[in-house]
C-alpha cells in the first residue's frame, strides 16, 4: 500500500513541476448528435449477470475511435445494454451527470473532468483507447521525433490535448524551439497542407491519418505519437485517449453489472482486433465512423484496448499528471483521488 501512495505522490509532484501533455477532447468529437441504437442483433451472446440482476446498462459512446472496441458487443443478442452513440463529449457529459446513462465511454482527460464536476461520482473502469495521433510524412527522413527537427509539423487541437501532448513530447525531447507547430481547426486542414506541400508533416488522429495515406502521394506513417509518449514519458504512463467510466451511483448498486460488463468490453476488444474488417462493417453500420474501408485499415493503429487494475491506474495517472502540470483546467482544476480507480 507504502508503495502504490509513493508512486502517486511522485507522479502529482511531476504535474506541479509543469510536466504535460493530453490528447482526446478533440479526437472523440466526431460527428453530430447522439443517437439510441436499438438493442442489438445478431449472433447470441454470453450469460449476462446483468441479466440476472434484471438491470438493463445503459452506454453511452461517441463517434470515433474510442467506441470501436464496444462493436463486436453491439451486435450480441441477449445482452443487458443499451447503446446510445453521440457526437460530442459535452452530449455524454450531461447524460452522466443527469443520470440518464450508467456507463459512459469518454476522452481520458473528460473522466477526470467529469470526477471533479460531480464531486467523486464517477469511477474509472478501463482504458478503452490508446494513442490514435499518428505522425504523417511526406519527405521521406522521418522515423521518430528526432526526425522532426527543423520542420514544420501541422496539426489540429490547438489549447487542448493534441497541443500539450506534442509540447511536452518535443520539451523532454529537446526539440521545442527546432520544431514549428501550425494549427487548423479540423483535421481536413491539416491533411489539406500535407496535399500542398511535398515537404510536410501532418499530426493526425486516426481515421484522418488512414486517409492521408491514401490521398497524399508519398505520404507513409512515420510513427504513431504513443511510441515517443512511452520513449519520453514517465514511465508506465501511457498516452490515453479514451477510458470508461460509472455512476458511482450504478456500481455501488450494481457491482456484478459492472463486472459483466467490463469482462464483456475485453471479449468484444479482442474480436474487434483479431479482425478488423467485420469490426469495420459493425463500426460504419451503426454510425460509429461512416467509411469502413478506412476503418478497416485504421484500427490496427487506434490502440483498440481493455485495460483494467493496476495498470489502468498507472497508465491513466501518469498522464493526467502530465495534463496537470501542462493546464490544471485540463483535467479539472485538480487530480483525481484515489477512489477514482476502480480496480476490483
Partial sequence: MSQMIDRRSALKLL?????AVPMTAVLSACGQSGQ???????????????AEEDVTVRVASLKGPTSIGLADLMVQEGTPYEFSIFGTADEV????????VDIALVPSNVSSVLYAKTDGKVRCIDLNTLSVLCLIDRTGTVTDLGGLAGKTVYMTGKGTTPQYTMEYL??????ADQVTLEYGSEPSEALAQLQQHEDACALLPQPYATVALSKVEGAVLAFNLGTAWTRYAPEGSQLVTGVTIVRSEFLDEHPSAVTTFVEAHKASVEAVNADPAAAAKIVAEKGIIDNEAVVAKAIPECGIVCTTGDEMEEAL????????GMDPSSVGGSMPEDDFYWLD
Fill in 317 to 324: 495517472e501518469g498522464y493526467l499528471s502530465v495534463l496537470h
Fill in 170 to 175: 518535443l520539451g523532454q525531447a529537446g526539440l
Fill in 36 to 50: 439510441a441504437q436499438d438493442k442489438p442483433q445478431g449472433q447470441e451472446g454470453p450469460e449476462q449477470t446483468a
Fill in 93 to 100: 457529459n450531461q447524460k452522466v451527470i443527469s443520470g440518464d
Fill in 15 to 19: 504535474g506541479s513541476l509543469g510536466i
